[in-house]
T-cell receptor, first 113, second 115 residues
Framework: GENVEQHPSTLSVQEGDSAVIKCTYSDSASNYFPWYKQELGKGPQLIIDIRSNVGEKKDQRIAVTLNKTAKHFSLHITETQPEDSAVYFCAASGYSSASKIIFGSGTRLSIRP | DVKVTQSSRYLVKRTGEKVFLECVQDMDHENMFWYRQDPGLGLRLIYFSYDVKMKEKGDIPEGYSVSREKKERFSLILESASTNQTSMYLC??????????????FGPGTRLTVL
C-alpha cells in the first residue's frame, strides 16, 4: 500500500523567511496530494492540494510542487508570519483508494519573532 | 458553515471499560473516517465508511469497531479499553468527488486517556 514520508519533523524559521516541507510517496498510482494545517486544539484543515496533471500550484504565500518521476512533493511558505505556526501534514491518495488518504507524520513549524 | 462535531474533547476511562466516541457531520457527506493521532506517527486510519451500515477496516483496526446507523453519525467503539489506546482521536467526513482525492473535513478531536 501507499507510504508517505515527511521531513523535517520540526522546523523553526525567522518571521519573514521561507519554510519548506518535503514529502515522498511510494505508490506511483497516487494522483492527489493535499496539505493540511493543524492549529493548536483544532482538527486538521486543508490549505492547498495538487493533482498529478499539474506540476505546481500557488495560493498567495503558499505553493506546492510535485515531481511525479521522483515521487516527491513539497510545500513552500513564503514571508512567514506568526499565524503560520502549526503542524502541517502532507498526504496522498489515488483513483483506486476511493477517497482514502494516507498522511505523512507531520511537521511542527514554529515562527520566531 | 460546515461542521464535524465530536461528543467529547477530553475523556478519561479505566482499563477494560467499553468506550464510545461519537461523531456527527452536517454536510450530508457519504464518507466518514476515524483516525488516531500520535506524536511522530501522523494520522493513522482506524476505520472508514462510504455509506450507512457500511464499514471498512483502515490500517490499525485492532481493538476497535464502528457503527454507522445514520448517514450523519459515525461511532467508534473500544470494546475493552487498554492503556495503549490512549491517544487523540479525530473524525472526518468527505463527499466523493469522482477522480480520486476529496477534501476531508475534520472534527476538533477527542483526547482519550485510559488509566
Amino acid at each position: 500500500g501507499e507510504n508517505v514520508e515527511q521531513h523535517p519533523s520540526t522546523l523553526s524559521v525567522q518571521e519573514g523567511d521561507s519554510a519548506v516541507i518535503k514529502c515522498t510517496y511510494s505508490d506511483s498510482a497516487s494522483n492527489y496530494f493535499p496539505w493540511y494545517k493543524q492549529e493548536l486544539g483544532k482538527g486538521p484543515q486543508l490549505i492547498i492540494d495538487i493533482r498529478s496533471n499539474v506540476g505546481e500550484k500557488k495560493d498567495q504565500r503558499i505553493a506546492v510542487t510535485l515531481n511525479k518521476t521522483a515521487k516527491h512533493f513539497s510545500l513552500h511558505i513564503t514571508e512567514t508570519q506568526p499565524e503560520d505556526s502549526a503542524v502541517y501534514f502532507c498526504a496522498a491518495s489515488g483513483y483506486s483508494s476511493a477517497s482514502k488518504i494516507i498522511f505523512g507524520s507531520g511537521t511542527r513549524l514554529s515562527i520566531r519573532p | 458553515d460546515v461542521k464535524v462535531t465530536q461528543s467529547s474533547r477530553y475523556l478519561v476511562k479505566r482499563t477494560g471499560e467499553k468506550v464510545f466516541l461519537e461523531c456527527v457531520q452536517d454536510m450530508d457527506h457519504e464518507n466518514m473516517f476515524w483516525y488516531r493521532q500520535d506524536p511522530g506517527l501522523g494520522l493513522r486510519l482506524i476505520y472508514f465508511s462510504y455509506d450507512v451500515k457500511m464499514k471498512e477496516k483502515g490500517d490499525i483496526p485492532e481493538g476497535y469497531s464502528v457503527s454507522r446507523e445514520k448517514k450523519e453519525r459515525f461511532s467508534l467503539i473500544l470494546e475493552s479499553a487498554s492503556t495503549n489506546q490512549t491517544s487523540m482521536y479525530l473524525c472526518a467526513s468527505s463527499s466523493p468527488g469522482g477522480a480520486g482525492g476529496d477534501e476531508q473535513f475534520f472534527g476538533p478531536g477527542t483526547r482519550l486517556t485510559v488509566l
